[in-house]
């Protein structure tokens, strides 16, 4: 006769062919094996593995309240949690259930995951780390370390990581996807783009390979070939947010920003809470000066993620460039650049706060930038009993003898001396009126001999107008306002301007003075760029020249310390300082404004330039 099959057994041999439901009903009709702990573990795994996670997640805890030291309960119990969205509960059950067993594999691998989808990237590492102390060539474990590392952006440590996995599993395409991800932070896109065409060789269809490719060609500025690769990975994957983000990216970095745009709305019509898209969308419409439209992005990224600083500096900035300055510096007070930890927080400080108190500033961002908001010291100053500033060295030397500073130091002095210790950036918070008021920039005195040396040595260069000349600001990397004209196009509105030209460009490249040589033939030119490395000389220089020509940058802000003029060529969608419209800001009254068209480029900018220029000189001298 037969021995009759115990369920449990039945039900074990369902589940290792597969069989979950059959399995489930098996132990479901079994009531008397409800006091066996397996019995409850057998019938968690079978609901687990039909992704019936809420009654798992019963079962398994049922098994452990009869053995309560099981572990491979508790690490399945914490992969049913960790798919429930439950993660720090899921970290505590893998970590259960490696109390127990040291060494099993499976729950350090999972204790290391669970680490990494909770971006504690320093602790996933250490995790990582015991399981390949336990097993070296755990592949999985090698590609989710690189990963930990490339997130915390140690590019280096990450291309070490997947080269040894690679060494393993030279075929992986994930692996090799990694790797160029690597290689693409690391400005590397060549060598990426190889990584990827092995892949696309093992991987014909896998979109996200395209996609990439399209990114590294994107860097390269090989547009043609990147949309190909990208319209080839949308084909593939027609809802992918990520393909039609980075075809949104693409036709915005070539200023097709109508074309971005409708991309964009595509990513967010598969995923409405894709904050980089978002902020992307918000960059576009305002090239297309759809103001309103672009703060309803910022608003909405803000919404999702109150604490986002990066949206809530984009929507200062927006503010600021619309006029609206309470509002603008209540959310510029996010700025990337506020990091000083000696200062406080201009969110616990106000007027009342700083009266009749001995207060340290400290300078912060590039030299324009410092310049800029030490218009603000003379607000601070009717409320403040002293007012010592840590200059930056270059600016230092402006200020020896400015009256409202008590004390000019380029290192930081004995800060117990002071009430209060603030960035010059946050002086706008704290001091503000509540009318919308723009104060003028903070004066700055020549030294006469200075003056008079300059006014002789220009004699020697040539006769007037003496015009100074620069072309180039800011730094031209991703996330960095980059500003520029093309050489030619200034030479073309001084085409019948006779005087003599200044080259006051900051560390002009070799390149750039062959250019500006050839015009030497029709203009006379000097390079005097040098002057940029002593600011109180250029103060001087500025201080007599008939025009001022260029970006804005520093030698703008100087100009504005003598309220001297200038004519200001801004990008299409200009730093805030420039406001979204007009031709002129209420921050630098008097100057010219001459801004780029998002499809004309400069030449309407260049053509009024041009004008105005020939309207004063040569008219004149008619």
Known sequence: MLKQQNPIETATIFIQSGEYLQAEHV?????????NPLYW?????????QTKNINAINSFKKCLQLQPNYPEAHNNLGVVLEREGKLSAAQDSYSKALKLNPGYISAAYNFANVLQRKRQFAEAIEAYGRVLTLNAGHINSLNNLGLCYLFENNLEKAQSIFQEALK????????????????YKMKEYHQAIEYLSTAKSLAPNKPEVYCDLGLNLQALENYGDA?????HAKQLAPNNEKVLGNLGNLFKAQ????????????????N?????????MAISLLNIKEFEKALVCYKRILKLEPDNTNAQYNLGTYYLSSGKLNDGWRYYFSRPSHKNPNCESPLNLNEESIINKNILLIHEQGIGDELFFLRYLKKLSTKSKNIDYLASPKVAPLLGQQPLIKNVYTQLPDISEYDHIISVGDLPLIVQSE????????????NQQTKTGLQQYLKTLGPPPYIGLTWRAGQNIDNFLFKHVPIKSLFSALENIKGTILVLQRAPSSDELTEVKAYESSHNIHDLSKYNDDLPKMLG????????????????????????????????????RWMFQGDESPWFPGNQVYRQELHNGWSKAIDNLKRNLEEKYIEKSN
């Open 255 to 270: 200023g097709d920003h109508h074309l971005a745009i409708d991309y964009y709305e595509r990513t967010l019509s598969c």
């Open 227 to 231: 949309e190909k690769q990208l319209t």
């Open 41 to 49: 573990f057998l019938l968690g795994a079978s609901q687990a593995s």
């Open 541 to 576: 220089l500025l201080n007599e020249l008939d025009e001022y020509i260029g970006v804005s940058n520093t030698n703008v802000h100087l100009l504005a310390a003598l309220k001297k003029p200038a004519h200001v060529l801004v990008q299409n969608l200009a730093e805030w």
């Open 435 to 446: 009318t919308n008021d723009f104060p003028e920039s903070l004066l700055i005195d020549i």
């Open 272 to 280: 409405d809470k894709n904050i980089d898209v978002l902020n992307n």
């Open 168 to 183: 393993l599993s030279p075929d992986d395409v994930e692996l090799l996807i990694n790797m160029a991800s690597a290689l």
């Open 27 to 35: 132990l479901l009709s079994f009531k008397k094996g409800k006091k």
